[in-house]
């Protein structure tokens, strides 16, 4: 359905960590690190596989953003598709575990 998604947050590195390991049992891994020295940049996951979607997370102020757009100031919501109940149930343990707010159990949606 897409191609690729990205969020703009206000820490790369722990961002980055959480986002890794979130999405891991869904069979995303890390496929770019452009983080540069003053903790900016991005970090681009993805199955790996080619003319697959990918996912990034950055830090920085993206070039088409426009005056009052800010990092952080949105909850955003984000459903990936998941190979298995068993995936959705590890992503949904370790997204809490690394501290994601947790409003009710995971569910699997059909759409």
């Not at 897409?2 to 049992?25: K, N, Q, T, W």
């Not at 080619?50 to 909850?75: D, I, M, N």
């Not at 598709?81 to 569910?107: K, M, Q, T, Y």
């Amino acid at each position: 359905m897409f191609d690729h998604l990205g969020i703009v947050v206000d820490d790369l590195a722990s961002r980055g960590a959480f986002y890794g390991a979130v999405i891991e049992p869904l069979g995303y891994r890390l496929l770019e690190d452009h983080t540069q020295r003053d903790g900016t940049g991005w970090l681009v996951f993805g199955s790996g596989a080619p003319e697959s979607p990918f996912f990034v997370v950055a830090v920085g102020r993206p070039a088409f953003w426009r005056g009052p757009h800010v990092v952080g100031s949105s909850p955003i919501h984000l459903a990936f598709r998941a190979p298995s109940r068993s995936a959705v149930d590890r992503l949904h343990v370790i997204g809490v575990a690394r501290g994601a707010n947790e409003p009710a159990a995971a569910v699997v949606q059909f759409h």
